[in-house]
């Protein structure tokens, strides 16, 4: 079956701009997450959804950062006013729950900001 | 941050040799789950032992946990060049929000 996807595979933005990037989890997940690595490092948590609804949004580093998944299935991340230092691969997962379970990840969204 | 800390950073053997890594924490977990990245984009997981385990193993790969001492190291037998990559471990606490560590870059040389 089709895995974890994700778009675009690559952005380009300028510094000031608004920037989205979508997420298709695995057909079924419940759970779903966003997580973002800078080079040379492990990737950080930002935000999860049981569903529809953000459980944990603890890991998302400012305002700046948004996340919605409307009907439980896609999610989209929402940056405004993009800084340079927002640039990095941003990394979405699923999983059938949010107990215990293995990550599936899709092959992440590598954000440049100008 | 991150709380998972790997040890070596970096990491080059032949092939057929065997690699080792570890893996420290600092909270109490759920589970610890290993993934591996290959250039920089998507992790593919490996393995995930839970706190009451002690060893697992599967295929070549053979990971122990240390929940006393908070550490868990990845074994990995007659390696392949195909297995260079980057190891991450992470831990999961209540429910499955991961926390990965800094990542160990293994080159298998043939």
């Not at chain 1, 949004?57 to 993009?82: M, Y």
């Amino acid at each position: 079956g089709a895995g974890v996807s994700q778009t675009p595979s690559n952005k380009v933005t300028e510094k000031g701009k608004y920037v989205e990037l979508r997420c298709d989890p695995i057909s079924g997940h419940t759970a779903l997450y966003w997580y973002r690595q800078s080079l040379g490092q492990g990737p950080e948590f930002l935000i999860y959804f049981q569903g529809t609804g953000a459980a944990d949004d603890s890991g998302l580093p400012n305002d700046r950062f948004f996340a919605v998944r409307p009907e439980g299935s896609v999610s989209t991340l929402k940056i405004q006013r993009t800084e340079r230092g927002d640039s990095a691969v941003y990394l979405c997962a699923s999983s059938p729950t949010y107990t215990n379970n293995e990550q599936f990840f899709g092959p992440g969204t590598r954000l440049t900001v100008l | 941050s991150q709380q998972g800390e790997e040890d070596p950073q970096a990491l080059s053997i032949q092939e057929g040799e065997n690699a080792t890594m570890n893996c420290s924490y600092k909270t109490s977990i759920n589970n610890l789950q290993w993934y591996r990245q290959n250039s920089g984009r998507g992790l593919v997981h490996l393995i995930l032992i839970r706190s009451n385990e002690r060893e697992k193993h599967s295929g070549r790969l053979r990971v122990t946990l240390d929940t006393s001492k908070k550490s868990s190291s990845l074994l990995i037998t007659a390696s392949r060049a195909a297995d260079t990559a980057s190891y991450f471990c992470a831990t999961a606490a209540a429910g499955n929000k991961l926390t990965f560590g800094g990542g160990t870059r293994v080159l298998v040389k043939p």
